[in-house]
């Protein structure tokens, strides 16, 4: 039996407890910093898979690292769990339907992101002990992806100084590596304080928050045509002073999330921002302060171990689908727009285009190709790649278009699909990091990789000296 096969076959024969797993963490759909019940199922299940797990590590309480060899190399495999707000929605239908309104859901797929790396860590554990390998496989348990930063706390908690290499995945409609790097983001509170009167009899006497919140968005929207293309600047009005119109909003209160190619750059537009918060507290007469909430790097991308994940994704890949899992894509895609059938489609060459129309379901593994873009969306893996050389994969979890943040990605959680694309990363993960155990010179030439890549910069991180994870 050569490798793959072997730890196929390992991952194979535990399969039903990472489903399972996958299953429950979908069912919990528990929020950044609160993924007390996904964090304690996975924790329990590296403790009897012979683990040595440390909980509530970082100052984070679902915060862990699992870990089982012992000496160098160290390898992480990185997992997430944690869900998006008021995303609810039915497991397996091919239509929008809620079961209970103001509940969460897992629209990203990071239900299946933990339990597939949980088959990763554990497929290579017990190669490990059949083969007498040496060194340390580590399962990193990370919160709060979605808007929390977990990881870029673990990193300047220093959780990562020690560690060689790290792999990690993330659902998609397609299989391919991930090449390109992301945008970096800082996320903050704008609050702002004046004063309540009564809004018919004496509104001279108060000074409106909420007049403030609306004079710095008008000043952000104009901002936009003056910073550079690739930027993004989203907000959200988190309170609006109350619901009582004759009164003066004494107290207002909007989240920003700024992005952009390299956290410089976001820093820049950032101060900018400030500005005009500053110049709507003076037109109001108004006070304010900033409360930040999270922040991440931009990501820096290995070629040397993306190729190796690639060597594997190409030989296990694609997704093998059955007629059932056709049917209900089918299904699916008809809830879709054109834009949203097109959405997966825009980075493939014509050949791959071709080969996507003749099913819903990714039938091939994109080539491996380096890349010097950046993609549009912002990771707090992006943290772990300054310190530590870092790859991940897509497999194909989802029908092709599903939008990422989605009802119908929630509802596609739980499928025969979602499973087959979770036990496929497991698998392509776990044997690159088998190889790496085994080949030395690959952690030497990605470590070389990382070094030239950053080319004396140092990593600086984008949180605040003081800041603590927000609930």
């Keep these: 039996m050569d490798k793959i096969q072997e730890v196929s076959s390992i991952i194979e024969e535990k399969k039903d407890l990472f489903i399972d797993a996958n299953n429950k963490i979908w069912d919990f759909a528990e929020i950044r910093f609160q993924e007390k019940k996904s964090a304690d199922l996975l924790c329990d299940i590296l403790a009897e898979e012979e683990f040595d797990v440390q909980r509530a590590v970082g100052g984070m309480e679902t915060a862990f690292i699992a870990s089982y060899g012992s000496g160098k190399p160290k390898i992480a495999i990185l997992g997430e769990y944690d869900a998006l707000f008021n995303m609810n929605q039915e497991a397996g239908i091919a239509e929008k339907k809620v079961v209970c309104t103001g509940k969460n859901g897992h629209g990203c797929g990071h239900n299946a992101l933990g339990a597939g790396s949980l088959a990763a860590a554990v497929g290579v554990k017990d190669y490990m002990k059949k083969n007498n390998i040496k060194g340390t496989i580590c399962y990193y348990g990370c919160p709060a992806e979605e808007g929390g930063s977990g990881k870029t706390f673990m990193v300047k908690q220093g959780l990562f100084d020690d560690v060689d290499l790290a792999f990690s995945w993330h659902p998609d409609s397609i299989n391919e590596i991930t090449s390109m790097s992301s945008l970096a983001d800082i996320e903050v509170y704008f609050k702002f304080y004046g004063k309540s009167a009564h809004a018919a009899a004496c509104p001279h006497l108060g000074r409106s928050a909420l007049d403030a919140i609306e004079l710095m968005n008008i000043g952000v929207n104009y901002l936009r045509e003056h910073v550079i293309p690739e930027a993004r600047m989203h907000y959200a009005m988190t309170n609006g002073g109350g619901l009582s119109p004759n009164v003066v909003q004494a107290n207002a209160e909007v989240l920003y999330l700024l992005r952009a190619p390299k956290f410089s750059q976001v820093k820049e537009i950032y101060d900018r921002v400030v500005n005009i918060a500053k110049g709507a507290a003076l037109m109001t007469d108004t006070k304010f302060e900033i409360v930040f909430d999270c922040a991440d790097s931009n990501l820096i991308p290995n070629d040397t171990l993306g190729k190796v994940m690639y060597k594997y994704l190409e030989k296990l890949g694609p997704v093998e689908v059955d007629e059932n899992d056709i049917k209900f894509a089918e299904e699916l895609r008809k809830t879709l727009s054109e834009e949203e059938k097109n959405s997966s489609l825009k980075d493939l060459s014509k050949?791959?285009?071709?080969?996507?129309?003749?099913?819903?379901?990714?039938?091939?593994?994109?080539?491996?190709?380096?890349?010097?873009?950046?993609?549009?969306?912002?990771?707090?893996?992006?943290?772990v790649s300054w310190v530590v050389p870092t790859s991940q994969c897509t497999t194909s979890t989802w029908m092709l278009g599903t939008p990422g943040h989605s009802w119908q990605a929630v509802s596609q959680g739980k499928s025969p699909l979602c499973h087959k694309g979770m036990l496929l990363a497991g698998k392509v993960m776990a044997l690159s990091a088998i190889e790496a155990f085994e080949n030395p010179s690959i952690v030497d030439e990605a470590k070389a990789e990382l070094k030239d890549r950053l080319d004396g910069e140092e990593y600086i991180s984008p949180i605040p000296d003081g800041a603590k994870p927000k609930l």
């Design 351 to 383: 050949e791959l285009k071709e080969k996507a129309m003749e099913s819903p379901i990714a039938n091939f593994v994109k080539p491996f190709e380096s890349s010097n873009e950046t993609a549009p969306g912002t990771t707090d893996v992006a943290d």
